[in-house]
Nanobody, 128 residues
Framework: QVQLVESGGGLVQAGGSLRLSCAAS????????MSWFRQAPGKEREFVAT????????YYADSVKGRFTISRDNTKNTVYLQMSSLKPEDTAVYYC?????????????????????WGQGTQVTVSS
């Protein structure tokens, strides 16, 4: 059974940092694009960051560019999201996602419908 399990969320003051992890099990995702999305209360889920299979291509939402860094360790089947300079508007449930398709080249997407596997989410709350 394929699972994506996020961890690392919590409560942090504005300006602080958190690192989210997403550990995959059930299959290897070393050739799959992986991404982070988030959903704030009362809002639709939105794209945050994406990383290609090798890590060679990354892409960020404008709202987090320069503050968040996505990375991956294919030996651990894990993707990370380092979040710095956090703002109250970053408060949301953060989800990791992986494509069902394995790629022979680096490819990324910010579109939810490109992703077949999703974690259960981890809550990030930023207090002002």
């Amino acid at each position: 059974q394929v699972q994506l399990v996020e961890s690392g969320g919590g409560l942090v003051q504005a300006g602080g940092s958190l690192r989210l992890s997403c550990a995959a099990s059930g299959r290897t995702f070393s050739r799959n694009t992986m991404s982070w999305f988030r959903q704030a209360p009362g809002k639709e889920r939105e794209f945050v960051a994406t990383i290609s299979r090798s890590g060679g291509i990354t892409y960020y939402a404008d709202s987090v560019k320069g503050r968040f860094t996505i990375s991956r360790d294919n030996t651990k089947n894990t993707v990370y999201l380092q979040m710095s300079s956090l703002k109250p508007e970053d408060t949301a449930v953060y989800y990791c996602a992986a494509t069902g398709i394995s790629f022979s080249y680096d490819w990324t997407s910010s579109r939810e419908n490109e992703y077949d596997y999703w974690g259960q989410g981890t809550q990030v709350t930023v207090s002002s």
